[in-house]
């Protein structure tokens, strides 16, 4: 089976336009570019895109590749202040020259909808998530919607980034899962894999799993993305899709989540500073 989240996240978006559009004022997404990387800037005018679609505000600062940390830091300093600023992203990677720690850390918490502050992976890990990191948040969603049941399951997450593999781990075990965290230096893949139901995938390395090392009671999570010609490929080999028992293909699986969860997290934001009730999410 697929876990279509193309279906989920247009599902969730449909949920958040009805939302939207009973509050008085627009929830305000600003996203900061550095740089003019193409697959990034494709990313961030697809998060603009679809916020608009949802009824929020969005907006994106553009600044050259050449921009220092200080300009950077300056330019949050002055979207914490803003008011009419809700949630705040800066897409990543930045430019070697930028001290990515110091820029995440100068957010806002309040205005953190990529969940990567330090006080919100601390909380996060302490199983009092403020903002949960959006592609962790939509793999938690699909595992909602497709009725998986995670209780007392053994779940197996390959990667270890802040961004991915270990809020996932912390989700995983906050609903009791039993959860193994491995990454690519890992020496017995495949004995963990075996003695795994719920195997996630996000190390960032084009069909690292295979065919063969999947059995037809796997259920899959697949995070990478990667060109592969004219397509699109994960860290899972597409053969697979046919053999385990269920899987997130790429695209149409965990991508689409991710958007929809940072779109979810600005609303979320919005409520927060106006002081409305969260239960109407």
Not at 198 to 209: E, F, L, R, S
């Given at each position: 089976m697929l876990l279509d989240g193309r279906k989920v996240a247009r599902e969730l978006k449909a949920s958040l336009k009805e939302k939207i559009a009973k509050l008085n004022n627009k929830p305000h997404l600003v996203v900061v570019l550095v740089g003019s990387d193409p697959a990034s800037l494709t990313y961030v005018n697809s998060k603009k895109r679809q916020a608009e679609q949802v009824g929020m505000a969005s907006s994106i600062i553009k600044l050259p590749e050449s921009t220092s940390t200080e300009t950077l830091l300056e330019t949050v300093k002055n979207l914490n202040q803003d008011d009419s600023v809700h949630g705040i992203l800066v897409q990543l990677p930045l430019p070697k020259q930028i001290d990515t720690n110091r820029v995440i850390e100068a957010i806002d918490i309040h205005k953190?909808?990529?969940?990567?502050?330090?006080?919100?992976?601390?909380?996060?890990?302490?199983?009092?998530?403020?903002?949960?990191?959006?592609?962790?948040?939509?793999?938690?969603?699909?595992?909602?919607?497709?009725?998986?049941?995670?209780?007392?399951?053994?779940?197996?997450?390959?990667?270890?980034?802040?961004?991915?593999?270990?809020?996932?781990?912390?989700?995983?075990?906050?609903?009791?899962?039993?959860?193994?965290?491995?990454?690519?230096?890992?020496?017995?893949?495949?004995?963990?894999?075996?003695?795994?139901?719920?195997?996630?995938?996000?190390?960032?390395?084009?069909?690292?799993?295979?065919?063969?090392?999947?059995?037809?009671?796997?259920?899959?999570?697949?995070?990478?993305?990667?060109?592969?010609?004219?397509?699109?490929?994960?860290?899972?080999?597409?053969?697979?899709?046919?053999?385990?028992?269920?899987?997130?293909?790429?695209?149409?699986?965990?991508?689409?989540?991710?958007?929809?969860?940072?779109?979810?997290?600005?609303y979320i934001a919005y409520l927060r500073k106006e002081g409305l009730d969260e239960t109407s999410i």
């Open positions: 953190d909808v990529d969940g990567l502050h330090p006080l919100n992976v601390g909380l996060l890990r302490n199983d009092r998530p403020y903002f949960i990191p959006c592609t962790p948040k939509g793999v938690m969603r699909i595992f909602e919607y497709y009725d998986i049941e995670l209780e007392g399951k053994n779940a197996l997450v390959i990667g270890r980034s802040q961004l991915i593999g270990k809020p996932i781990a912390s989700l995983l075990l906050k609903e009791n899962a039993t959860v193994t965290q491995a990454h690519s230096k890992t020496k017995n893949i495949q004995q963990l894999i075996e003695n795994n139901d719920i195997i996630i995938v996000a190390v960032g390395h084009k069909a690292m799993i295979k065919k063969d090392m999947l059995n037809e009671h796997h259920i899959v999570i697949d995070v990478g993305i990667h060109e592969d010609g004219e397509t699109l490929v994960g860290d899972v080999e597409k053969a697979s899709y046919d053999k385990v028992k269920a899987i997130t293909p790429v695209p149409g699986g965990v991508g689409p989540m991710t958007i929809a969860s940072l779109l979810e997290n600005t």
